[in-house]
């Protein structure tokens, strides 16, 4: 992670193609450009896909650098470990669906809503801890 204030992801590299890179004959100039790659002249995807790809990640490094920038370098480092021991660390009951709000909440995300926030329990009966978990270790 290099510390950067870019608030939208940064562009993929382009690559040259043969009209970029010819020489006075019209052709791929192979020992000035290198050599010519066809894939990445076939390949014509946009950039927004490659940006939503990186959106998440990018405001993660925004934030992350301007902690580092107004409280020092303890506080994205700090952030950064508390993550790291809430993800090897699960905590939750056995009988309740999986979810790591530890992580979101460290994440920014606990106010957020997404779409398994609203379809993951989506049968919605009420638990019965008691019983489950005397159903699990057969009492």
Avoid at 22 to 30: I, M, P
Avoid at 51 to 69: A, G, Y
Avoid at 103 to 126: Q, S, V
């Amino acid at each position: 992670m290099e510390p950067s204030l870019r608030i939208v992801p940064a562009q993929p590299t382009k690559s040259a193609s043969v009209s970029d890179t010819a020489n006075s004959l019209g052709l791929h100039d192979t020992l000035q450009y290198g050599p010519l790659s066809l894939s990445a002249q076939v390949k014509s995807e946009g950039g927004l896909k490659d940006r939503l790809n990186n959106w998440e990640e990018t405001q993660d490094n925004v934030r992350l650098t301007l902690q580092r920038n107004i409280y020092g370098m303890h506080a994205p480092m700090r952030l950064l470990m508390e993550r790291k021991i809430v993800t090897t660390v699960r905590f939750h009951l056995p009988v309740m669906p999986q979810s790591n709000l530890h992580l979101d909440i460290l994440m920014g995300r606990d106010e957020l809503i997404d779409t398994a926030d609203i379809f993951l329990g989506a049968d919605g009966a009420p638990i019965d801890l008691h019983r489950e978990m005397e159903k699990r270790t057969r009492m």
